[in-house]
């Protein structure tokens, strides 16, 4: 999936392509990109916790949770944001675009005792923290790859069920959460505070 992605951003544009991710306990990212067999020439390839980090405020009036998140300043000086994730449903939550911009979070500075990492930010309510964190790191488009589908109980996060679902979601991050939980029949928290947000927001 993201050679092809980035091979249509090559066809046309000649853009420095970045991939930024992080990891929730907070360990290195490259052996990682290693075992996926990512070695793109001129892709630089880059760990959330190597980065600068720069404190931006939640835009919204009344933020739900956070009023400001550290974001690497990286993502801050790109001129277009995509977000890639699988279709993974956790303990019957949604984990899809908007829940995958937490990868970008630095995971030291929320809490890494576990291996879900961002501890102080479930603590504070994880839907809440997604609404804000949707509109204070606005991604241009989200991807959704689920040609297969994972489900996954309990803690043991990497341990689940794989299905083939045969489908490929792409568009802005909340209107294909969006679609996706209507397919599956989920319904998510933060997706109905982002619709509420998007009434003052917006006005």
Same mark, same amino acid.
């Given at each position: 999936?993201?050679?092809?992605?980035?091979?249509?951003?090559?066809?046309?544009s000649d853009a420095d392509?970045?991939?930024?991710?992080?990891?929730?306990?907070?360990?290195?990212?490259?052996?990682i990109y290693q075992a996926l067999g990512y070695n793109f020439p001129r892709i630089l390839m880059l760990d959330v916790k190597d980065c600068i980090w720069v404190e931006v405020d939640?835009?919204?009036?009344k933020p739900f949770a956070v009023p400001t998140f550290w974001i690497p300043n990286?993502?801050?000086?790109?001129?277009?944001?995509?977000s890639i994730s699988t279709l993974k449903v956790?303990?019957?939550?949604?984990?899809?675009?908007?829940?995958?911009?937490?990868s970008t979070l630095p995971s030291t500075k929320y809490g890494n005792r576990?291996?879900?990492?961002?501890?102080?930010?479930?603590? +504070? !309510?994880?839907?809440?923290?997604?609404? /804000? &964190?949707?509109?204070?790191?606005?991604?241009?488009?989200?991807?959704?790859?689920?040609?297969?589908?994972?489900t996954g109980k309990g803690n043991q996060i990497n341990q689940g069920t794989v299905e083939e679902f045969g489908k490929i979601f792409i568009g802005e991050p909340f209107d294909i959460d969006n679609e996706a939980c209507?397919? +599956? !029949?989920?319904?998510?928290?933060?997706? /109905? &505070?982002?619709?509420?947000a998007r009434v003052g927001f917006e006005a």
């Open positions: 999936m993201i050679t092809k992605i980035i091979e249509g951003i090559r066809e046309v392509i970045l991939i930024l991710e992080g990891t929730p306990g907070g360990g290195p990212i490259y052996p939640n835009p919204l009036p990286v993502i801050l000086s790109s001129d277009y944001l995509i956790i303990n019957d939550r949604p984990e899809f675009s908007v829940m995958n911009l937490l576990s291996a879900s990492g961002w501890d102080s930010l479930f603590s +504070l !309510g994880i839907d809440k923290v997604l609404a /804000d &964190l949707y509109f204070t790191l606005p991604f241009d488009v989200g991807i959704i790859e689920a040609r297969q589908k994972f209507q397919m +599956l !029949g989920l319904k998510s928290e933060y997706l /109905d &505070l982002i619709k509420v």
